[in-house]
C-alpha cells in the first residue's frame, strides 16, 4: 500500500512569493508521529505556452523542529544584521497585506509549541 494515503493532514498554509508558492503543511502517520512538509512550487512558462510547476519538498520531522526553527532564525539574523541596509531591513519589517487564503492564523489561533509535550491528543 502507498504509505502516502496513510498520512492524515492536520494543517496547511500557503504563502505567496510571486511565481512561487510555499506550502506548509504538517502531516501525522497512522502512528500520530506528526511531521512538516515544507514544499516549494514554482510556476514555469513553457515553450508551447502552456504551464507547468517545478515542485521541492522538504520533510522536517517533530525531533528537529527546534533545530530547524533555531537555523533559520539565525541565517534571517544574519541577512538582516551583516548583509542589508537598514532600508531594506525598513522594507522587511514593513506590514503586509495577505489574500484571504494565504493569512496565517493570528498568535492567539495558533497552539503553543512545546517539544516536551507527551500526551497522545497533541
Do not use: C, W
Amino acid at each position: 500500500m502507498d504509505d502516502r494515503h496513510d498520512q492524515e493532514e492536520i494543517y496547511s498554509q500557503r504563502i505567496k512569493a510571486g511565481k512561487r508558492t510555499y506550502f506548509f503543511d504538517v502531516k501525522a502517520t497512522r502512528g500520530q508521529d506528526y511531521y512538516l512538509t515544507i514544499t516549494e512550487s514554482k510556476r514555469r512558462q513553457n515553450g508551447d505556452d502552456s504551464v507547468s510547476y517545478e515542485k521541492h519538498k522538504i520533510f522536517l520531522y517533530k525531533e528537529d523542529f527546534l533545530k530547524f526553527v533555531d537555523a533559520l532564525q539565525d541565517a534571517v539574523d544574519y541577512v538582516r544584521e551583516e548583509l542589508l541596509s537598514p532600508e531594506e531591513v525598513a522594507e522587511l519589517d514593513r506590514p503586509r497585506d495577505y489574500d484571504d487564503r494565504d493569512q496565517p492564523r493570528r498568535e492567539a489561533e495558533r497552539p503553543a509549541f512545546d517539544p516536551n509535550r507527551a500526551d497522545d491528543n497533541y
